[in-house]
């Protein structure tokens, strides 16, 4: 990598939360900002650098035919391609489409659906290109991004929690909700990051940091099952902003096949 290494941070279909968060990130880009240069961030500037790019942040998911030709482009024109936030990562809150009539949307939302190009499903960056590393979040932790900037200028691979929020709980000293109050929680099975927000506030974990290592989400919603959660209560919390990754997807959709049988 050069003395000085390139920056592209890139955007598809998202809020631009996860590029927000880098910007909030003042204090702590002081220490990395005069070692990398921000050659593409259309979000802070208006400059632009057509690269090659030593790193590139990408947010968002894939949604149309021109995505696909343009994370291409974005990929061969990248040392490191990292992807940020839960639409990059596992196609975000939008991916509910892709259990829907993607049409019908079409037709719900605009007034001319004919002049609309998009694909039926929202997917991850990764079912286009090859990544390098997944930052999870929505939107994900500033302190993790500046630890992947850091580690990747300095040659070392960036080191980010794998572990579930329960671990968090268990550190802030929070009571299980599910244990003590039968609230369905997705702790067990979420990758820490958010410092366990919303337990401790007495509120079920949504998954906004997806799937933790080694997960077992089915043992999860077969104990909440035991404990009196409805399938149908169980399927839109497991597809929510992580709705699309794999370990919550197949989970989701054998609850709608039970549901399905129930009825």
């Not at 990544?131 to 070392?156: A, H, K, T, Y």
């Amino acid at each position: 990598m050069s003395a000085k290494p390139k920056v592209g941070v890139f955007k598809f279909a998202s809020c631009d939360g996860c590029q927000l968060s880098l910007l909030c990130a003042e204090d702590e880009l002081l220490t990395v900002a005069g070692k990398i240069d921000i050659a593409y961030f259309l979000e802070a500037t208006s400059h632009i650098d057509e690269g090659p790019y030593d790193i590139a942040l990408v947010e968002g998911s894939i949604t149309t035919p021109a995505d696909i030709d343009h994370i291409r482009d974005i990929r061969q024109r990248s040392k490191y391609l990292i992807t940020i936030g839960a639409c990059a990562t596992a196609g975000g809150i939008q991916a509910l489409r892709n259990w829907a009539d993607h049409d019908e949307f079409l037709r719900a939302v605009y007034a001319h659906p004919e002049y609309i190009d998009s694909l039926a499903t929202s997917t991850p960056i990764a079912d286009h290109v090859s990544v390098d590393f997944e930052l999870r979040g929505c939107p994900i932790n500033r302190f993790q991004l500046v630890e992947v900037i850091v580690s990747l200028v300095n040659g070392r691979k960036p080191k980010t929690p794998s572990h579930s929020v329960c671990l968090d709980c268990k550190r802030r000293g929070n009571v299980c909700i599910t244990v003590a109050q039968g609230v369905p929680c997705l702790g067990p099975v979420t990758q820490s990051g958010c410092g366990a927000i919303c337990p401790t506030f007495d509120r079920g974990c949504y998954g906004c940091f997806g799937p933790a290592k080694q997960c077992n989400t089915g043992s999860l919603c077969q104990h909440l099952l035991a404990e009196g959660t409805s399938a149908t209560e169980l399927v839109p919390l497991l597809r929510n902003f992580n709705g699309y990754a794999p370990e919550f997807r197949q989970q989701s959709e054998q609850l709608v096949q039970l549901s399905t049988e129930v009825l």
